[in-house]
């Protein structure tokens, strides 16, 4: 559904004087590095099949792109921002803050976040909770909470192997890191007993359960999930915490963990079956269609059946796609959207 900016900001139009921009020639994307390498590929098809400049993507991150895209209106601002996950509350204050009052959202399809390792040794097989106890910050034990002691796999189980815990995984401006605190962390966290009589306030203990530890057992690798894959290459026994698409682009290097009894693969990530997995979105600001040039048939191109769609182009590059009748509610609202800049 289209998302409108809190009433603050209408209100704040009455008082502000609102300066009209002139548009871009180019259209400018950041955000994700999950979604970047399918908003490249829809960007070259695009350059090369219509008489628009090819849009210029940059991968900064989704909270990173978030902070450039809100930040104002004008030809030197982005005109769309990816996403692993949806906006937060305080990005779309920031938006209004600045002026930029009206954004709708895309959904273009489902990725899933894997843990891989090299193809050097054998393949890890780990539940949700076997994670938690490996990456949180504190964990529960003996009635109370501690720092994180186990050092290595076999200390949380002793059927697993008896390596240092290392995992190489992407910053706190990530969306992917974002999903997988609220998917693999906070499940496994938020109802314990401990954590429950040391953080009353739910809101609270979401945020300490969302805490990976900092003593080098969890290495930040930045925003390019390519350098993880590096860095497993120099370090077989680690694992990697990186989007679906890039184990698929690196299959002859490493392979995926199986979690909770469910290899990541595209199908099941498509069904569900597999529990570590997200949507991915393109955000667009209203404002600018119709003034960046080729705005309104980009994003028309990003939503269409050939790029899209079960056979389209992306699902070959290792997007999962939307059901049938959800890419149908996205082109519909990207087609409103186009319709109501004609007739502005």
């Known amino acids: ?26 259209i400018k994307i950041v955000g ?12 070259e098809e695009f350059g090369n099949s219509t008489d628009f400049k090819t849009p210029i993507v940059e991968a900064t991150g989704t909270g990173g792109g978030f902070k450039l895209f809100c930040s104002g209106l004008g030809e030197m601002y982005p005109d769309i921002s990816n996403a692993s996950r949806a906006i937060k509350k305080g990005e779309e204050e920031l938006c209004a803050k600045n002026g930029v009052k009206d954004i709708t959202e895309i959904k273009i399809g489902f990725d899933g976040i894997v843990l891989a390792n090299t193809k050097e040794i054998d393949r890890y097989s780990l539940t949700k909770e076997q994670l938690f106890l490996a990456l949180a910050k504190q964990i529960p034990s003996e009635g109370k ?44 966290c938020k109802d314990l007993p401990e954590f429950k009589a040391a953080f ?4 609270i203990r979401k945020k300490v359960c969302h805490l990976l530890r900092e003593d080098g057992h969890y290495i930040e690798a930045g925003e390019n999930d390519n350098l993880i894959v590096q860095k497993l290459q120099s370090n077989p026994k680690a694992l990697g915490i990186f989007g679906f698409s890039f184990l698929e682009q690196n299959g002859d290097i490493v392979q995926g963990s199986i979690i909770s009894g469910t ?8 069904d569900g079956s597999y529990g570590i997995s997200r949507s991915l979105y393109a ?20 939503v269409s059946d050939e790029a899209a769609g079960e056979y389209g182009y992306l699902s070959e590059k290792g997007l ?25």
């Open 32 to 43: 994700s590095s999950t979604v970047y390498p399918f908003i490249t590929v829809a960007a």
């Open 283 to 302: 955000y667009v600001k209203d404002d600018n269609i119709g003034k960046t040039s080729g705005l309104q048939q980009f994003i028309s191109e990003l």
């Open 200 to 203: 009353a306030d739910k809101k």
């Open 1 to 26: 559904m289209k998302k409108t900016l809190p009433l603050l900001a209408v209100c704040a139009a009455f008082i502000l004087p609102v300066q009209a921009h002139a548009g871009g020639e180019q």
């Open 263 to 270: 290899e990541p693969t595209f199908d099941n990530i498509s």
């Open 320 to 344: 999962i796609p939307l059901p049938i009748n959800e890419l149908t509610i996205m082109q519909r609202r990207v087609k409103s959207l186009v319709d109501q800049s004609v007739t502005k």
């Open 145 to 188: 909470l501690i720092n994180n002691p186990n050092k290595n796999w076999s200390d949380i189980d002793p059927s697993l192997p008896n390596v240092k815990i290392e995992v190489y995984g992407p910053p706190s401006t990530s969306g992917t890191r974002d999903a997988f605190v609220e998917l693999v962390m906070e499940p496994n």
